[in-house]
């Protein structure tokens, strides 16, 4: 995808001078502070400066007029025939950003084999894999990876609580408890792997796939020739990791004392390796905001084994809370008064399950209230925004057959002119979103965008009007947009609603 048509404009104008939309349309379509920005650089006073970049916009085949505001803001009015030749760049352009050669690994969800996935660990996948899809459309190479335990003292107590229910009993105290056990207990097998699987199945329901899954016990079999090599020290009968030297808030424990088992933080840094000597430019882990003290432990592993500890980045998300007539439920996988990600979809569907997932920044705890998220009207944002795409469907198939031409003299009214521009910051919110790991912009940006389309519509006429021709394109234009918007936080564009 080539740089928007804002971005050209901009760089029209000069280097260094960024456009953005005024909130008052009465400031023109677009404005810059350039002078005021620059003018200590440039040694000359702002509305000097601002004076200069006037003239060079009005010089522009583009730029209708400009014009100074307050201390130094540079107002610009654009042509009828900029839209026009905007539209056609959106038209012309797939909507995708040109290979970058930066291979990506996004660990994500990793929840151990004990349970059918929680809500708890759906926003997990439904953030890290908005942020692969932005990694990937932007131009990276992206692989999705599942990491779990399948040994140890947990899974053991899951395992007995199956058993206990195969047998006819009850799980220990100190076990799993759920329906889910029943359910498991009546297939044969090790229980873990047969949650594995359901997990799996579920987490494709949801619209993540996962190109490969690390198991924990085949990862700590290289502990024995990686141990060596850490700042490592014994402590009351423990091997510690000096990792507060290398950038850690703490050291960690890497053996216990006594029966010397490897510790999780042992597990890690097998896990690490195996990720960078893959050859993977950036390992991205997503965990949830409980693991907030061990965040700088695995930069902390990479600097003791002399990796590049920009290679390793961790994404850290807050809890979800669902309410349903006021009450709010709690979620434990161990008690069985939990909400599986499957019930959540069976009660919500996939669509608003994963919007609701997505659309709050990770560092937010979302609040999804269940009856408003299953609500089938314009009060849901994802039905508003998937009534937009449907809308347009449904303008394009009563369209007359054959290309469309737009005229270049057209006059473009100020609901096609507020939608063009809309339409004209997704490269920059793309490029954004990705950058920041925030694909919570993506469903604001695309409500925005449904607003502006329905503001659009409810006052042009597209079809029979003397403007056909261009405003099916806009339709066409927007649609695409939204359509990949949707898709960038997993959710279907439907053609009918």
Not at 180 to 198: S, W
């Amino acid at each position: 995808m080539a740089a928007d048509p804002v971005s050209a404009l901009g760089r029209a104008l000069g280097p260094d001078i960024d456009l953005e939309r005024p909130s008052e349309a009465e400031h023109g379509d677009y404005a810059t502070n350039a002078a005021l920005r620059l003018a200590g650089t440039r040694r000359q006073a702002p509305r000097e400066l601002a004076a200069e970049l006037v003239a060079a916009a009005e010089a522009l085949p583009d730029v209708d007029r400009a014009e100074i505001a307050g201390p130094g803001f540079v107002n610009l009015f654009l042509t009828d025939a900029w839209f026009v030749d905007a539209l056609r760049t959106l038209l012309d352009e797939d909507l995708t950003f040109p290979p970058t050669g930066m291979r990506v690994q996004v660990e994500m969800v990793s929840a151990n084999p004990t349970g059918p996935i929680t809500v708890a660990s759906a926003r997990n996948g439904a953030y890290g894999d908005a942020v692969a899809r932005l990694l990937e459309l932007t131009g990276s190479s992206v692989e999705r990876e599942y990491y779990y335990n399948d040994s140890g003292a947990q899974m053991d107590k899951f395992r007995a609580s199956v058993e206990a229910v195969r047998g006819g009993g009850e799980p220990p105290e100190d076990g799993y408890h759920g329906e889910y056990l029943a359910e498991l207990a009546q297939l044969k097998g090790d229980p873990v792997v047969l949650m594995r699987a359901q997990i799996e199945e579920s987490l494709e329901r949801f619209r993540i796939h996962f190109d490969s899954w690390a198991r924990q016990s085949e990862l700590e079999q290289r502990l024995p020739e990686l141990l060596p090599r850490l700042d490592t020290y014994e402590h009351e009968g423990a091997l510690w990791a000096r990792s507060s030297a290398y950038g850690d808030d703490e050291d960690r424990v890497l053996l216990r004392s006594g029966d010397r088992s490897p510790t999780y933080r042992a597990a890690d840094v097998a896990y690490l390796v195996d990720k960078l000597d893959r050859g993977v430019d950036r390992a991205v882990y997503v965990l949830g905001a409980d693991h907030h003290g061990t965040r700088n432990w695995y930069a902390a592993v990479a600097r003791m084994l002399g990796y590049d500890p920009e290679r390793v980045e961790v994404l850290l998300y807050q809890l979800v809370h669902l309410t349903k007539g006021g009450d709010k439920t709690k979620m434990s996988k161990r008690r069985g008064d939990v909400v599986f990600l499957d019930d959540f979809i069976d009660e919500i569907g996939v669509d608003a399950a994963r919007w609701y997932l997505v659309n709050r920044g990770p560092d937010q705890t979302i609040d999804i209230d269940i009856d408003l998220a299953a609500e089938r009207s314009q009060k849901n944002p994802v039905y508003y925004v998937q009534y937009a795409h449907a809308r347009i469907a449904g303008i394009l198939r009563q369209a007359p057959a054959g290309p469309a031409f737009m005229q270049a003299q057209a006059v473009v009214n100020r609901e096609e002119r507020e939608l063009i521009k809309r339409l004209a910051e997704f490269h920059s919110v793309v490029v954004d979103a990705a950058a920041k790991r925030g694909p919570q912009a993506i469903p604001a940006y695309a409500i925005r965008v449904a607003d502006d389309f329905h503001r659009f519509y409810h006052q042009h006429r597209v079809l029979e009007s003397e403007q056909e021709a261009f405003r099916l394109e806009l339709c066409r234009a927007t649609q695409r947009v939204i359509a990949r918007c949707l898709d960038l936080v997993g959710v279907d564009a439907p053609e009918r609603m």
